[in-house]
């Protein structure tokens, strides 16, 4: 007689993963897609005790409190700002993230933006490929070294964020909610006075309902009428439609942009400027770091089912 083979933990999947994750996750779980409609178009919810999300799509309280077995919810991605871990906490369910693995890539994408930006990368290709260059140079651009760069959260990508234009011989400075004590760049009291002082000022904060706007009107025109604006946080994080005015009126120079308030829907006007190099959410999207993040969201959960520590918790569950 042949042995019962033991039922594998159900695992809802709110966001897609690539496939070299979703082939070793289904010799250990069972995969339950959530349907487009929602959880009601699933037979029962009762038995699922862990759920895989994206930093983008996070998980709303509707949901946490729809899975009464929930456990664990793990976010491939660093930002849990879309996670409700105020419903979390109350059903007593642990939250992982992926830190560290993405944020080279993250930072390498700061300095991406920056330069192409700064150096007009993007139009001097498509100058390129128009045949224009026969007929005169393309105008001069502004350029990053020696500037000074101002960095707006100096978290873990903030921090990588800062070692890389100091190899661009820039001068640095940051601002950051708690004092940084083991930094030797230049601390600032306010986002405002950082962008005061600074030629570019990148974004590197956490979102949240806390950093909502965090870098307002007056911080952006702060920057003056050379200066450039670069977030690869959240899109929440900067005054988006006092960007676009300031972009608009001349207010500062240009900004580059991975994150947007209502991505992937972009506000139309973006497309519309000159002075903007736009990207879609790519701070993380290379081979080697998705691999990485799969990874460490497969470690959470095999820790997790093994009655282990979680190894990158941002929230525990008490016993
Ligand atoms: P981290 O090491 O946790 O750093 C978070 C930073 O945000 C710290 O400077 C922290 O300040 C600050 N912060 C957190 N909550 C705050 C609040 N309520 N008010 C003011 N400041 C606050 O995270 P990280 O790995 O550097 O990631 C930073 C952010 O980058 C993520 O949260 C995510 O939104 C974004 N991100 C974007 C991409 C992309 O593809 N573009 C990819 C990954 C991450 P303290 O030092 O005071 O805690």
């Not at 289904?26 to 959530?34: F, K, Q, V």
């Not at 260059?133 to 873990?156: D, Q, S, Y």
């Not at 590197?204 to 007056?218: M, N």
Request: proline share 6%; with cysteine.
């Amino acid at each position: 007689m042949s042995a019962v083979p033991p039922s594998r933990p159900k695992v809802l999947m709110v966001s897609p993963m690539p496939d070299w994750d979703l082939a070793p996750m289904r010799e250990a779980y069972e995969l339950i897609d959530l349907p487009a409609g929602g959880l009601g178009g699933l037979a029962t919810t009762a038995d699922i005790t862990a759920l895989v999300t994206s930093g983008g799509r996070g998980a709303e309280a509707a949901l946490i409190e729809a899975l009464p077995a929930l456990e664990l919810i793990a976010v491939y991605g660093v930002g849990y700002d879309r996670v409700d871990l105020e419903a979390a906490a109350r059903c007593n369910v642990a939250v992982t993230t992926t830190p560290d693995v993405l944020t080279a890539d993250v930072a390498d994408m700061a300095l991406a933006l920056t330069l192409a930006l700064a150096r007009r990368i993007v139009d001097g290709d498509a100058f390129v490929r128009s045949g224009a260059w026969p007929n005169g140079a393309m105008p001069l651009t502004g350029n990053v070294a020696g500037c000074k760069v101002g960095i707006v959260g100096l978290g873990r990508i903030g921090e990588a964020i800062a070692r890389r234009f100091a190899g661009f011989d820039t001068k640095i400075g940051y601002w950051n909610r708690s004092p940084k004590p083991s930094s030797s760049w230049q601390a600032f009291p306010t986002p405002a006075a950082l962008s005061a002082w600074a030629d570019i000022l990148v974004v590197a904060v956490a979102g949240g309902g806390d950093t909502v706007g965090l870098v307002d009107a007056a911080t952006i025109t702060a920057l003056g009428r050379d200066g450039l604006l670069v977030n690869i946080s959240r899109g929440t994080t900067v005054d988006e439609a006092a960007l676009i005015a300031a972009l608009e009126s001349g207010a500062i120079a240009g900004a580059g942009l991975d994150v947007f308030r209502d991505e992937p829907t972009i506000d139309p006007r973006f497309s519309r400027l000159g002075n903007v190099v736009l990207s879609p959410h790519q701070g993380s999207a290379t081979v080697a770091t998705r691999r990485a993040m799969g990874a460490l969201v497969r470690t959470n959960l095999a820790a997790h089912f093994a009655g282990k520590a979680l190894p990158t918790a941002v929230l525990s569950r008490h016993s």
